[in-house]
């Protein structure tokens, strides 16, 4: 990896990890609404956004509360979507790997951890959340960037 690919990974998975972090409150649990999440459409564009979001979402999730199962499931959830983003033929289906798979993965990590959370429920809470994060803010802000000609496929 090239040191420009490195540092823009390292600055992703920075952002992605503050981001949570910081927002801890609605970041974890059940309902949840990531903002970082709205990241997971940066493979579209950038390749190197695929580890970067990788490291930044297994970096958070230590604080999380979920312990090891998070940090594996969470950060392995990221992983695969965020490889599949980068293979999506457009920007809006780009969003669909990030929805679908955290709200299988992660919505039944979160019934398997929490006692008394109907799994169905937990699936269509993390998909809802996932869904606002990256079609309600990912979505503009990526084509922002683009406007902006910060970024290009």
Known sequence: MKIKSLALSAMLAALYAALTIVLTPISFGPLQFRVSEALTLLPF????????????????????????PDVIAGGGAT??????SSKMPCLWLA??????????????MLHLLI???PLWST??????????ACWI???PLMLALEKRKILHR
């Open 95 to 108: 969003a669909l790997p990030p929805v679908v798979v955290n709200m299988f993965v992660i919505g039944t």
């Open 115 to 117: 006692d008394n959370t």
């Open 45 to 68: 564009y950038l390749p190197e956004a695929v580890p970067g979001l990788f490291a930044g979402c297994v970096l958070a999730n230590f604080f999380g509360g979920y312990g090891m």
């Open 123 to 132: 699936i269509i809470y993390v998909g809802l959340g996932q869904a606002g």
């Open 79 to 84: 992983l695969l979507a965020a490889w599949l």
């Open 137 to 139: 803010v990912g979505y």
